[in-house]
């Protein structure tokens, strides 16, 4: 497996495979501060002698990075190390963890090799068929339209109705297709785990480029709460990434509703005590419009 990490490109012309070795050697280095032969060899299933191939020739062109340590048998993060080859990014290497956490992956598979204690708080299973997911797939690939049979909270029955979708969206917990809705003549999300039933298909009348609010980016500008300590507004502001207590977050407009909800901006910010609130939206007037 190939984790999400961020690559800074060599300057040498260098394959592919060994680039992507290098930065399996720097991530090794980084976050774990040794690598050695049997590492390279575990994760890319090459011989010992293109692993030891592989650490002399990026010693030589970095020399500074990693010395050999005697004693424990491995070469270690040297004291002026920098990374050519990777892009050091605490989010990538949550990501790694969460994927092994959620099963995504199996802890050989990851690049993570010395695991911290871990642990997540526990999303509820979503039903997704993979039939359903499939159609989706493909008419949005084929720019088709496809009559389902849908369970939506409005009515005590599921209906039928034909649905477009154009493409798929992640509310933080479940996973939606973004479609227009014949029936009722509008853009809108529906649940993938709601499909009861697919039935026929037929060409889309609308495109991707008519929905709107998909196309449409809103940025929410977030502060700490202004009732917080100065101490408390710090740390709130290291939270989210602020600079000069200031965060923006773009946002599709289609999708503006669930992010209100995962940040906790969807009510009266006045309702919650400051500790419970700790962000505020400061440009709410332009995004809610009240």
């Known amino acids: 497996m190939r984790p999400a990490v961020s ?16 930065e399996f050697i720097e991530f090794r280095l980084y976050w774990q501060g040794r690598i050695n032969r049997g590492d390279l060899m ?8 293109q692993a030891s191939k592989d650490l002399t020739a990026y010693i030589d062109g970095r020399k500074s990075n990693l010395v050999y340590d005697r004693q424990l048998r491995t070469y270690v993060r040297g004291k002026n190390f920098k990374p050519r080859y990777l892009t050091p990014d605490a989010t990538e290497y949550f990501a790694q963890l969460q994927a092994v956490e959620k099963g995504l992956v199996s802890e050989e598979q990851s690049w993570i090799s010395q695991f911290p204690g871990y642990g997540a708080t526990p999303t509820p299973a979503r039903g997704v068929a993979a039939d359903t997911l499939r159609d989706v797939l493909e008419c949005i690939r084929d720019h088709q339209a496809f009559e389902v049979q849908y369970q939506s909270l409005s009515r005590p029955e599921p209906t039928w109705r034909w649905f477009e979708p154009h493409s798929l969206a992640h509310d933080g917990f479940r996973w939606h297709a973004r479609a227009f809705c014949q029936k009722d003549n509008i853009f809108k999300d529906f649940l993938l785990s709601r499909v009861i039933e697919v039935g026929e298909r037929r060409d889309a009348s609308a495109s991707i480029e008519d929905d709107a609010d998909w196309n449409t980016e809103i940025t929410l500008e977030i502060a700490p709460h202004p009732a917080l300590s100065d101490m408390q507004r710090h740390v709130i502001a290291l939270d989210y990434g602020m600079e000069d207590g200031l965060a923006k977050i773009k946002v599709r407009k289609a ?12 009510t009266d910010p006045n309702v919650r005590k400051p500790q419970d609130q700790q962000i505020t939206l400061l440009n709410r007037n332009e995004v809610v419009g009240d």
Do not use: C, H, M, P
């Open 7 to 22: 690559r800074a490109r060599s300057k040498k012309n260098l394959n592919w495979s060994v680039e992507r070795r290098y």
């Open 42 to 49: 575990q994760a890319f299933g090459i011989s010992q002698q």
């Open 255 to 266: 999708l503006l509703y669930y992010t209100l909800k995962r940040l906790g901006l969807d």
